[in-house]
């Protein structure tokens, strides 16, 4: 179905909500650049004697590096949205797949893979810079040129298997499912979600990391007895993943559902720490869960998905929908690559909601933490973690805001120390 063409406001609505969503990015990361500098030169006092003040300028550069490189990709993703959406290159592409001959779905198919590859390609200079640039400036980057095209094959062919076949589904449905196709879709990909958390930790992340039980064995019997007292099972285990071969960075996390369901630690992280630290961490963690955090965040995104296939289902009826992106052939693969790219520039603005709500549970699981273990001792692991990741003591306190998903440390820190005097 052929567009006719849609009017001048219609057609400048995209580029100037682009505009606008770039333009505060690029503010709100000089405004972290400039507060990051600020404090360069100073530790916060409440970090005095747990952090060296070569330690806090390492940081700040560190902060600034990556902010710099956050700069340069914000205003190359505008422009690359740009040249796919108003400035044709959806269109032509969709007329190279028109070439070859091919029915629906698979025409569809190969015009979205097409896409995903040139973002990829396109965000390629990028990740190589970061990790073989920034991260190895500063000693994090364990990453080998071989392993990174490794890790890059992989994840292509990841996407390929199982990404594939579920846009191949949608993309049935959105031609052939009637008018309630997104109902049929939402159903689809929910099923998908629930098996990939359930496969992941056993037969996905082995693909890219090594996976052993915690062999320390005072150390389990300490996880096992804080499990007990928070009523939580790791039916899957505890085990240690070897991100050195990476990254110097470390972490622990939760993954997997039901019988696959892991605790994880980085080996990175057991280095640093000592038990009773890894003990209040892993309570923090298991706070998320007996809190609800995750059960919420996981139907809050299944809420969040019908929205969004409702609308691209109305959008994907609306001839002004493709004719303001610059597509002059609706399809359906056309309505989900446009719905793509539209959504996350709609909804940035809404960001702020999102990350208040995250720094909200984190606090919260700090208390079951404080409740459930020794708050002095998770407040030293997490200033073992700034220290050792780098991480800005002394944040922009809107970029912050805006985007942080935690507290900033002079918060977290002040609170951690107030519960454990209590």
Known sequence: MAMTPAPLWVMLLFPLLLAAETVTRLWLATRQIGA???????????????????????????????????????????????????????????????????????????????????????????????VFRVETRFGFNRTTPGLFVADFAKQLLLAALLGGPLVLVTLLLMDRGGTWWWLWAWGVLQLATVGLAW???RFIAPLFNRFAPLSDAMLAARVQALLERCG???????FVMDGSRRSAHGNAYFTG????????????????VDADEIEAV????????????????????????????????ALAREPLFY??????????AAALLLFTFAVPVLSYFATPIGAWWSRRQELAADDFAAAHADAQ????????????????????????????????????ISRLRALAAR
């Open 36 to 130: 990051v500098r600020a404090h360069r030169d100073r530790v916060p006092a409440m970090f005095a004697g747990h952090i060296e003040l070569v330690e806090q300028q390492k940081a700040a550069d560190y902060t600034v590096a990556r902010m710099r490189l956050t700069r340069v990709a914000t205003v190359a993703e505008a422009v690359l949205k740009l040249l796919l959406t108003v400035g044709g290159g959806i269109a032509l592409l969709s007329q190279a797949v028109a070439a070859t001959g091919w029915s629906e779905p698979w025409r569809g198919l190969a015009l979205l893979a097409f896409v995903f590859l040139v973002a990829q390609i396109f965000g390629l200079p990028f990740a190589l810079y970061r």
């Open 232 to 238: 939580f099972t790791a039916r899957g285990g505890v």
């Open 323 to 332: 004719a303001a992106l610059g597509v002059a052939q609706a399809s359906p």
């Open 282 to 313: 892993l309570a923090h963690e298991l706070g998320h869960f007996r809190l609800r955090h995750v059960r919420n965040g996981l139907l809050w995104s299944m809420g969040v998905m019908l929205v969004g296939l409702a609308v691209l289902a």
């Open 257 to 272: 559902i039901g019988s696959n369901k892991r605790i994880v630690f980085l080996d990175t992280l057991l280095a640093r």
């Open 199 to 201: 496969a992941a930790p």
């Open 377 to 412: 001792k998770l407040s030293s692991a997490l200033v073992k973690l700034y220290r050792d990741n780098a991480s800005t003591l002394t944040p922009d306190p809107l970029h912050s805001a805006f985007y942080d998903s935690h507290p900033p440390a002079t918060l977290r």
